[in-house]
């Protein structure tokens, strides 16, 4: 516990000090771990734990957002099992041939165990990108976790077989867990929205994480299932925001942790750089693989340098191996250091992964398929005049504010197929599309009516990548775009990035509650 003010500390430092050069801060927190390491520090108990809790309680806001269709996608369930198959036998036949003295222990066992161990990519990392991208929602963020998902049910069948033991016939009766859900569904709109709601989200990431253990799966598994129940609650969203700063703070001790793992030798060293080496084969497997599979090109490479990582699954897989003695300890440093190496590298890569799409396009659209899947068809708006980017909270007030006076005139647009189902169910305008994607604008069919775009989306990076994108609809159009905000620098970054006009809603809260007093005493 005395180390832990240290440990944050140089982790602030160092995080602070990566975002001012364009980097996000997980980059930061990792560079803390190995300083630490260097400077005589260990991994704590309390560490451990934290970071622990904060990958549980991730990938229960995982499966808040998770839409199950997404899961039955044969780029999803097909791409994760053959890129696994294709990855586990060309890297366990690399590495089996190598004549490094380091290698000089692995039989085809062991290299094949190793290449499952770096089969694997980081679920924390993905989500954490594409929060940081602002495009969670979209069909390429949804594509890569659904793949991870199936990577995470994959590592748990191997953990169940590693131990020789097939989990509890009780595990049968999770399957009541879908009747049940009713229950979950209930307690949480009687939970309020304020700390009840937070304390019932933490509940039921613990319940289902013991569950799950108790009847012999892997825990992580049980609170990503629990958080799927009770995705389609109009609460998930905000029971999701509550979660966020906490689960943030958390994982902070997982990057630390990574970094605390161990010292590398020298060869231990070399050897995890040229496992580093490797991962553009793995990247290009996947770019390869979902193209087959009719996703686009923009899709695809945005999907797949999101899973550009290894993961820290393989150091479960690892340690596994390890205490069954198939594997030496060494291995758990070398990849605790290639998967550190990877983040690094990996962060900045995704930050410019729009830039690297632009610059890589005409030879990425070689390989895309000539289908369309039907989230990627053409956005037809032939007859709007003004489009409302984001169908939330405050787009769907935007839009009814609007419609009385436009008609069909008036186009929503959100990237959630259920979202656009519901609004489409309640008379509203509104077609599915992702203002995100880099290739949207190309997308929309309008018959050059369009004046007006409305940013209204979730976040602000998600307002500031989509206020960028539609730089190309200004040049077919005489368009106008505003945005929403939170925060006057919000505004300004929006106003310097190419929006007409942003709109503070908490400033301008004020002013519209008291034009509302007004109109109603007169």
């Known amino acids: 516990m005395d180390q832990c003010p240290i440990m944050i500390s140089v982790a602030f430092v160092l995080g602070f000090g990566v975002r001012f050069v364009g980097l996000p801060p997980l980059v930061g927190f990792l560079l ?26 991730l990938l229960f806001s995982i499966g808040l957002k998770l839409r199950v269709g997404t899961l039955l996608g044969p780029a999803v369930w097909a791409g994760a099992t053959i890129h696994m198959a294709v990855t586990v036998a060309v890297f366990g036949l690399l590495l089996f041939a190598l004549p490094f003295e380091a290698f000089g222990t692995l039989d085809l066992g062991t290299a094949a165990l190793v290449a499952l161990a770096l089969s694997f990519s980081s679920t924390v990392f993905a989500v954490k990108v594409f929060e940081g991208q602002g495009q969670s929602a979209s069909l390429h963020a949804q594509t890569a976790i659904g793949i991870l998902i199936m990577q995470d049910m994959i590592a748990v069948v191997f953990l169940a077989a ?21 229950v979950l569904k209930w307690l949480m709109q009687k939970s309020g929205h304020g700390e009840l709601l937070l304390l019932f989200g933490i509940m039921m990431t613990f319940a289902g994480f013991g569950l799950f253990e108790l009847v012999g799966l892997k825990g992580d598994l049980g609170a990503l299932i629990f958080g799927m129940l009770v995705a389609d609650h109009p609460k998930a ?36 750089l040229l496992l580093v080496a490797l991962l553009p084969f793995k990247t290009a497997l996947f770019f390869g693989l979902l193209t087959r599979f009719d996703l686009r090109a923009r899709t695809s490479m945005m999907a797949s340098l999101g899973l550009s990582t290894y993961s820290e699954f393989g150091l479960i ?71 409302v980017l984001g169908m939330g909270r405050v787009g769907t007030g935007t839009y009814d504010a609007l419609v009385g006076e436009l008609g069909d005139r008036l186009v929503g647009v959100d990237v959630n197929p259920d979202t656009v189902k ?101």
Request: glycine share 8%.
């Open 237 to 272: 969203k905000e029971m999701a925001g509550s979660l966020l700063g906490f689960k943030d703070l958390l994982l902070v001790g997982f990057f630390l942790s990574i970094g605390l793992h161990g010292i590398p030798s020298i060869p231990d060293l070399g050897i995890a």
């Open 32 to 57: 803390a771990g190995f300083g630490l390491n260097l400077a005589g520090y260990v991994s704590t108990p309390d560490l451990e734990d934290a970071a622990e809790l904060g990958v549980t309680i």
């Open 422 to 522: 519901r609004h489409v169910e309640n008379g509203r305008n509104v077609v599915r599309g992702d203002p995100t994607d880099l290739d949207f604008c190309e997308r929309v069919i309008n018959e050059g009516k369009l004046r007006r775009a409305m940013l209204a989306l979730p976040n602000h990076r998600a307002n500031l990548v989509a206020a960028a994108e539609l730089h190309a609809l200004r040049q077919k159009f005489d368009l106008v775009v505003t945005a929403t905000a939170k925060h006057d620098d919000q505004v300004r970054e929006l106003e310097e990035n190419g929006v007409d006009a942003a709109f503070n809603l908490y400033a301008e809260a004020g002013q519209g509650y008291a034009d509302f007093v007004r109109e109603t005493l007169d």
């Open 317 to 387: 897989v690892a340690a596994v191996g390890a205490s069954t003695g198939w594997l030496s300890s060494q291995w758990l440093v070398i990849i605790a250091v290639a998967m550190a190496a990877t983040f690094i590298i990996g962060a900045p890569v995704n930050s410019a992964a729009p830039a690297i799409y632009n610059r890589l396009r005409s030879r990425l659209l070689r390989y895309q398929s000539d289908r369309r899947l039907p989230e990627e068809r053409p956005v037809y708006v032939p007859n709007a005049e003004v489009l």
């Open 162 to 182: 590693s131990k020789g033991q097939l989990p509890s016939p009780w595990a049968v009766a999770l399957l009541a867990l879908l009747p049940g859900r009713h």
